[in-house]
């Protein structure tokens, strides 16, 4: 699990200019953009196979483009199947009808988790600025449903010179967004069972050495 975090606050039924009030100049700037290039976004908690379909499609470029594993697509629309009514929300964003950005926003209680989140690239896309739109029409469907915390989920900070590289990329994009850092101290094991613990980590250490 990421080990660090930014918590958003999300005023309740607040403007737009009250939801972007903590962003970086330059983000408020680019989700405005965003609408004036003509993108328009759509959020839902009941999205069709469709729209996982195309969801998926904008993760799969983005991963290529990133360099790291995505779940297949039946993963998806398994989560979306299996949330609690209400409990997960797509955010979709399109240009003329063309999926090019994407978030998945799981809700717990009043507090939100940016599960997943992409967009596409390509030079004729350039000033779209998609993934800035989403985040917009994201912040404003939370608020308007008494969400009161965005957990922006896997932020490195900038002076974290223990955090992974790879991490910095969609880091930067989200401390954007401002938020309160949080840093989670860890997941543990409670070993009830001395023997049985060593024989299971025995075999996961032979799983991921011989991926068996």
Not at 96 to 102: A, H, L, M, T, V
Not at 165 to 175: D, H, I, V
Request: proline letters at 5%.
């Amino acid at each position: 699990q990421a080990p660090t975090t930014r918590l958003l606050e999300i005023p309740g039924d607040a403007d737009e200019a009250a939801l972007m009030a903590g962003w970086d100049k330059d983000a408020r700037n680019l989700a405005r953009r965003s609408r004036k290039e003509g993108v328009e976004t759509d959020v839902t908690d009941a999205p069709s196979a469709d729209d996982l379909s195309s969801f998926h499609g904008v993760l799969t470029a983005t991963a290529e483009r990133g360099s790291f594993r995505l779940r297949p697509l039946a993963f998806f629309e398994r989560l979306f199947a299996d949330a609690a009514p209400g409990r997960i929300l797509l955010v979709m964003a399109r240009l003329q009808d063309r999926p090019i950005g994407g978030m998945a926003l799981l809700l717990v209680g009043d507090r939100a988790f940016y599960l997943y989140g992409g967009s596409l690239r390509e030079p004729e896309l350039k000033n779209t600025h998609a993934a800035y739109g989403a985040m917009a029409a994201a912040v404003g469907a939370l608020s308007s449903r008494g969400i009161g915390t965005l957990d922006l989920w896997g932020v490195v900070e900038a002076d974290d010179t223990s955090a992974d590289p790879a991490w910095e990329g969609f880091s930067a994009f989200k401390r954007q967004f401002g938020g309160r850092p949080l840093r989670h101290p860890g997941t543990f094991d409670l070993v009830l069972d001395p023997l049985w613990y060593r024989i299971r980590d025995t075999r996961e250490r032979v799983r991921d050495r011989f991926g068996r």
